[in-house]
């Protein structure tokens, strides 16, 4: 599940009109207050937009959908399977594990037992009272000793029982248990994988729309007509009013050089020198050469 509402997310995310649209935030600004071919681009971009997310969208659904219907096949097949494989697995955990506590504690006591009747037979050796009391801790002894051999006994049965639940355990279950919950991890990766070629494969589609929808984009963006929006906005905007009578442009006036004290075109227009050539150009040169402009850069 958890994978699945991955995969719509991102596909669903990439393909929100809002996303789009804050892609665009700028164009939107330039073009709020659109007119004429202007507005009449952005709307189609717009709508081409949404429907862009649309696209994007129910791919989204298509892909959450098909792996839903895939883990729910999956789920209900195997789910019976892991659920017995657990508690068998369960079940000859515990029983091992209690074998191994009885077989610990009968130890354990035994370990006491040996221990009590060492110091039994140290006290009896190193002894020196009377008979009696000599007599006493000999038949503690064998008291002990009688014990020792009956939980010496029980250590073997317990022994036995642990070896024989560790072969069940390690032997039978354990190895049947993780043969089939391989089996059903395989079985779940080979489901994930048939939900991704599922979701490449819906994709598969998503260039044509994509490429559809963009060339309507592009056309639309390339009927922009200034030349026309400008006229369009002197119409909507011109108010009709004529200027005062009397008023005429102001022609604007040549500016006379300084040097000459006419204009260039006049300048080059009369020579005044022999051969036609402008004065212009005969102080041009002097000041060239005055400047030693042929031995310089």
Same mark, same amino acid.
């Given at each position: 599940?958890?994978?699945?509402?991955?995969?719509?997310? *991102?596909?669903?995310?990439?393909?929100? #009109?809002?996303?789009?649209?804050?892609?665009?935030?700028?164009?939107?600004?330039?073009?709020?207050?659109?007119?004429?071919?202007?507005?009449?681009?952005?709307?189609?971009?717009?709508?081409?937009?949404?429907?862009?997310?649309?696209?994007?969208?129910?791919?989204?659904?298509?892909?959450?959908?098909?792996?839903?219907?895939?883990?729910?096949?999956?789920?209900?097949?195997?789910?019976?399977?892991?659920?017995?494989?657990?508690?068998?697995?369960?079940?000859?955990?515990?029983?091992?594990?209690?074998?191994?506590?009885?077989?610990?504690?009968?130890?354990?006591?035994?370990?006491? *037992?040996?221990?009590?009747?060492?110091? &039994?037979?140290?006290?009896?050796?190193?002894?020196?009272?009377?008979?009696?009391?000599?007599?006493?801790? !000999?038949?503690?002894?064998?008291?002990?000793?009688?014990?020792?051999?009956?939980?010496?006994?029980?250590?073997?049965?317990?022994?036995?029982?642990?070896?024989?639940?560790?072969?069940?355990?390690?032997?039978?279950?354990?190895?049947?248990?993780?043969?089939?919950?391989?089996?059903?991890?395989?079985?779940?990766?080979?489901?994930?994988?048939? #939900? &991704?070629?599922?979701?490449?494969?819906?994709?598969?589609?998503?260039?044509?729309?994509?490429?559809?929808?963009?060339?309507?984009?592009?056309?639309?963006?390339? !009927?922009?007509?200034?030349?026309?929006?400008?006229?369009?906005?002197?119409?909507?905007?011109?108010?009709?009013?004529?200027?005062?009578?009397? *008023?005429? #442009?102001?022609?604007?006036?040549?500016?006379?050089?300084?040097?000459?004290?006419?204009?260039?075109? /006049?300048?080059?227009?009369?020579?005044? /020198?022999?051969?036609?050539?402008?004065? +212009?150009?005969?102080?041009?040169?002097?000041? +060239?050469?005055?400047?030693?402009?042929?031995?310089?850069?």
């Amino acid at each position: 599940e958890d994978f699945a509402e991955q995969m719509r997310n *991102l596909v669903s995310t990439t393909g929100q #009109a809002s996303h789009f649209k804050k892609l665009m935030g700028k164009a939107t600004i330039s073009a709020r207050a659109a007119f004429g071919t202007l507005g009449d681009s952005w709307t189609r971009i717009l709508d081409d937009v949404i429907a862009l997310a649309d696209c994007y969208s129910g791919v989204a659904s298509d892909v959450m959908s098909c792996h839903q219907e895939l883990q729910k096949g999956y789920l209900k097949e195997k789910e019976p399977l892991r659920k017995q494989a657990v508690e068998e697995g369960t079940k000859s955990s515990k029983e091992l594990q209690a074998a191994t506590q009885r077989a610990n504690k009968v130890k354990d006591a035994l370990d006491r *037992l040996k221990q009590s009747n060492a110091g &039994l037979a140290s006290q009896y050796e190193s002894s020196t009272t009377g008979f009696k009391t000599m007599l006493r801790i !000999s038949q503690k002894k064998q008291n002990l000793d009688s014990k020792i051999d009956d939980t010496t006994k029980e250590l073997h049965e317990a022994t036995d029982a642990l070896k024989a639940n560790q072969r069940v355990y390690y032997l039978d279950v354990m190895p049947r248990v993780l043969r089939g919950m391989q089996s059903i991890e395989e079985d779940r990766i080979d489901s994930i994988r048939v #939900a &991704l070629s599922g979701f490449v494969s819906t994709l598969e589609r998503l260039p044509e729309v994509v490429t559809d929808i963009t060339g309507r984009m592009f056309e639309a963006a390339e !009927s922009v007509q200034k030349d026309k929006d400008i006229q369009t906005f002197i119409r909507a905007h011109a108010t009709g009013r004529q200027p005062p009578e009397g *008023l005429t #442009a102001q022609k604007e006036e040549p500016n006379p050089n300084a040097v000459f004290e006419r204009t260039l075109d /006049e300048i080059m227009e009369n020579p005044e /020198e022999k051969g036609d050539v402008p004065r +212009i150009l005969s102080v041009l040169i002097n000041t +060239i050469m005055d400047m030693d402009g042929p031995e310089t850069e």
